[in-house]
């Protein structure tokens, strides 16, 4: 009797929360990036994006297609290929769900059947920013919605809380 209580009190818990039992060990954000040569090959021309802001299907399509990469070539030599393949794939979003940024993006992604192969197209994401004015987003300080440390802050920390956003020409974000 005592463990079917204690069951209906989990249960109840559970599904009064979307973080479903993960919010015990929750932890903010993303987990920061920690390898050297990732941070070193992908951060020429934007912030090395934490593996746990994309699932691993999203990430083996943009590690598939480096040399075709948003207009760009951003090949990597072939075993530093394989290191860094490792490294995003252990740590990608389904991987850190003690994370809660993670867990939201990785849930996220049953909403769509597509495979997409940016953060800034992840259901989550689009979400969290589709109250943005869309001049705040293309103004020059900005570029667009990848550029993601030109408004967050702590982004590079794989921090994105609300407190630290400071969009240029405009300041922080109050909703
Ligand atoms: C030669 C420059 C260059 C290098 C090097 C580079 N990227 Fe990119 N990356 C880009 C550009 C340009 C975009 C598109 C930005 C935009 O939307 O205008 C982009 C976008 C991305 C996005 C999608 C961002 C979004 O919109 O959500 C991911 C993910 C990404 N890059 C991962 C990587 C990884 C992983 C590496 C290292 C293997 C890497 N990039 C190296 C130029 C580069
Ligand atoms: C133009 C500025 C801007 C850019 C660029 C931007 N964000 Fe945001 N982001 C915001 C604002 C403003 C919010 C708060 C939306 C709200 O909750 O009302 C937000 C919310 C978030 C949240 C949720 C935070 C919370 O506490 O609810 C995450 C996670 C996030 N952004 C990640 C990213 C990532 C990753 C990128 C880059 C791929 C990015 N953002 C690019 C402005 C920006």
Known sequence: MKYILVL????????????????????NGVKPVDNELYQNECSACHFAYQPGLLTSKSWDKVMTNLDNHFGTDASVLDEDY??????IMENSAEKAMDYKRSRRIASSMSY????????????YIIKKHDEIPPRLIKQEE?????????CHTQAKKGSYKES???????GRWDD
């Open 8 to 27: 209906i009190l989990m249960i109840g818990f559970n599904f009064a929360d979307d973080d479903y039992g993960y919010k015990a060990y929750s932890k």
């Open 82 to 87: 394989n290191l860094i393949y490792k490294y």
């Open 112 to 123: 769509i059947s597509t495979t997409v192969d940016a953060i800034t197209k992840t259901p």
């Open 142 to 150: 900005v570029k667009g919605l990848f550029n993601c440390t030109a």
């Open 164 to 170: 630290e956003i400071k969009i240029p020409n405009y």
